[in-house]
């Protein structure tokens, strides 16, 4: 067997290999099974796989292998590191997607980052206030219920999720579309530090010195989608790749979210889009992105519903008291209503009395406020 | 069998006896069958189903129908007329609803009104001004194409969807919660005449003289979705009124829309969440809540989708060329796509050899323009 650093070498220069993209690299990988086998395999087999003749040459003088070497010396010098997909640290969600990177560049504290639960928040470069105010809003909210940030460092939208956990106190994750010694744009220098001091991590799949190319950019955002549990989109215009990014996380089986906006506003028209059109779920507040985690993240997060005391137990919650604000009517319903039994809205009116306008009122309330949940077929149960 | 107006009596004098509201109506009307059979019905026999002695004293002496007879007259020279439960003309979309008011006092042409498709744009009365746009030009659009706008004559939202309808030239029926002789706003007063003079018409279930007492204003609220197709709710505080009409109008089944705010707007709290939690329809224009309605309708007022010549049949629709301006991959999606066989995405990939990134970016391009449609599993077809 190699030494590690021998199949990193070959995993970083097939990463670095001109023409040789992350579809090819995944085409290559079907048919030879490792870096290693590609650059062991003859030239004609290569040419069958269609790779354009400027890869075949490099792939079989195994022409960047010294520059790949070079190049973990030189990540290590920025206090990064690399990381290739078949490393057990490899970012388990990101291998489960379509296509992963093969290689990862990584800076700061990537591991505890992405040990949490990670959400991206992302959307437009040029957005409203409202939009930038959301997503510091969410992110904030969000990074202090230990929700590990992750968004594109751009301008606009993605700059104001980082901020919003910085704020916090929590930690973010900075996927670049350029190399790992780039920020872009510029003037996010000083956003790379503080998410770095801040515990946390800027990552990528580019070679150093990288430039900031539009045709990166959709793969930074499937690296950002795959790393990540949900997506919450929060401004994205019409032909926004904001709604790329929502659409790839969908086909990477991620949650996707969005915000809504004014629909006279052209900045919402893509996340109005998303929730009306594309089973985006609608976001007006943290919870809301909270609720739909896995459930045992969910219950650790999530306040428990209106109630004080939270007791376990079907006797006990039967016994639970109504809390002492409601009104009339709400209370005559809640005391109807147990956890383990739907009752209909018929069965409601008749046992109550109230009017259905009286009722409607009084269930809608009680449902707002998370003490009783509405089923299908208006049947309603007390909520745990 | 007795006279027309004798039967008409009978049911205005039950709708004007003081304690009978809507519901207890609807209780005698159950048990007794009819308004005449309620007026020959022993006291002890009214007393048995509950109801208050001031109610049985007034049915039992029949002390109303005089004063029924005089209102109809008094209507007459409104220039308005009182319809009853069991005319032929007695709106049957209303009557199919639970607890359909007996009476129904109306002026202006409202049969006409009623006969085409209504689609009520109801909202809050403290509302803002991009509330009030949103009102104004989905309500202008919608009339325009003849749809007749159904609102409550209040202020905020429902004066703006009233003038949205007069504005394109179209009809809308204004609901009362008061009698038809009274108008509430007062500063109303000019746009109930502007609703008159366009062909558009007044309906109020209440006796007249019946002032604006806020018990009323929600059975005025089941008559406005109870008379339209769908419910278009604009704007909506957390505890809105207009909350529960969402509601009601959910449990009359009929579509409910909302319109999707700005999430740091307390008007569009209710509005989205209704959305979010209530199975509300997201609208962004228009032709989100024309596409709802029933197919016939839908069909005769949406334009067809993004192609010059619809033909029908399916060869001609296989032939159907690709629009000019579509881009080299959309053109290659939309090539390979027909309208009546579903293609998986993974089959789109291999036959057109685009990255998942690319051919996701066309494909949302293509469903954007409604070219195509996405089904279930990651499906693709023609729309036609």
Redesign the interface.
């Known amino acids: 067997m190699l030494p590690h650093s021998e199949i990193m070498i070959s995993w970083i220069a097939l990463n670095m290999t001109p023409g040789v993209?992350?579809?090819v690299t995944a085409r290559l990988l079907e048919h030879f099974g490792s870096a290693e086998a590609i650059f062991d395999a003859p030239r004609r087999e290569l040419a069958l796989l269609r790779l354009p003749s400027e890869a075949i040459e490099s792939i079989a003088t195994r022409e960047l292998h010294d520059r790949a070497e070079a190049e973990i010396e030189r990540v290590r010098r920025l206090g990064g590191e690399i990381i290739v997909l078949d490393d057990g640290v490899y970012p388990s969600l990101l291998r489960e997607t379509?296509?992963p990177p093969v290689v990862l560049y990584v800076r700061g504290a990537w591991a505890e980052c992405l040990d949490r639960p990670c959400v991206a928040v992302v959307g437009s470069r040029r957005c409203s206030t409202?939009g930038q105010?959301?997503a510091l809003m969410l992110s904030r909210e969000l990074a202090q219920r230990g929700i590990t940030i992750v968004s594109g460092m751009a301008r606009g939208i993605d700059a104001a999720a980082h901020r919003g956990a910085l704020e916090a106190g929590g930690r973010t994750v900075g996927v670049m579309g350029t190399g790992l010694d780039q920020v872009y744009p510029r003037d996010h220098k000083k956003l790379a530090d503080e998410v770095l001091k801040q515990n946390g991590a800027l990552v990528t799949q580019f070679p150093l010195g990288t430039p900031p190319v539009s045709e990166n950019f959709?793969?930074r955002n499937?690296v950002i989608s795959g790393l990540s549990l949900g997506v919450v989109v929060v401004e994205a215009a019409?032909?926004s790749g904001s709604?790329?990014t929502a659409?790839?996380a969908m086909?990477q089986n991620r949650e996707v979210f969005a915000?809504?906006?004014?629909?006279?506003?052209r900045n919402?028209?893509g996340t109005?889009?998303l929730?009306?059109?594309?089973g985006a779920?609608?976001?007006?507040?943290w919870q809301?992105v909270a609720s739909e985690l896995p459930a045992d993240i969910a219950a650790r997060i999530l306040p428990p519903p209106g109630r004080k005391a939270k007791k376990k137990g079907e006797l006990l919650d039967r016994l639970q008291l109504a809390p002492a604000d409601l009104s009339a009517p709400e209370r005559a319903i809640f005391k109807l209503l147990s956890t383990d039994t739907p009752l209909q809205?018929d069965a409601l009116a008749e046992n109550t009395k109230l009017?259905?306008?009286q009722l409607?009122?009084a269930?809608?309330?009680l449902?707002?406020r998370e003490l009783i949940r509405?089923l299908p077929g208006?049947c309603f149960v007390r909520r745990m």
């Open positions: 993209g992350p579809r379509y296509d409202y105010n959301a959709p793969y499937r019409e032909n709604l790329i659409r790839l086909e915000v809504p906006g004014n629909i006279t506003s919402s028209f109005n889009y929730i009306k059109g594309a779920k609608l976001v007006q507040q809301d809205i009017s259905i306008t409607t009122s269930l809608l309330s449902e707002m509405a208006k």
